[in-house]
Nanobody
């Protein structure tokens, strides 16, 4: 069992940066692939980025590639998302998610076992 708690959301202007954090509690954090998803109003939840159990593999959605950076600290049971050059279309509730696997990438939302409660990111133009 893993519990995930996100933090760091807020209201920023276009072009600004924001850093989200996800703290995980439970056993064997380093056996979980971690990811960030987001859900904008009226839209389905979508994959943003994932990071493998070791941190050695990352995979980004095209919409955030080059602007967002995911990282993890297995000693602290945390995963972070650095978001730069934010755009109004990045506005969404951002969710941290976990799946117990050693695969390098998982983009299918239905495979994720644990979810945080979400944190709101609003980017004004």
């Amino acid at each position: 069992q893993v519990q995930l708690v996100e933090s760091g959301g807020g209201l920023v202007q276009a072009g600004d940066s924001l850093r989200l954090s996800c703290a995980a509690s439970g056993r064997a954090f380093n056996t979980y692939l971690m990811a960030w998803f987001r859900q904008a109003p009226g839209k389905e939840r979508e994959f943003v980025v994932s990071i493998s159990w070791s941190g050695g593999d990352t995979y980004y959605a095209d919409s955030v590639k080059g602007r967002f950076t995911i990282s993890r600290d297995n000693a602290k049971n945390t995963v972070s998302l650095q978001m730069n050059s934010l755009k109004p279309e990045d506005t969404a509730v951002y969710y941290c998610a976990a799946v117990n696997t050693f695969r390098p990438v998982v983009t299918n939302i239905h495979e994720y076992q644990y979810w945080g409660q979400g944190t709101q990111v609003t980017v004004s133009s």
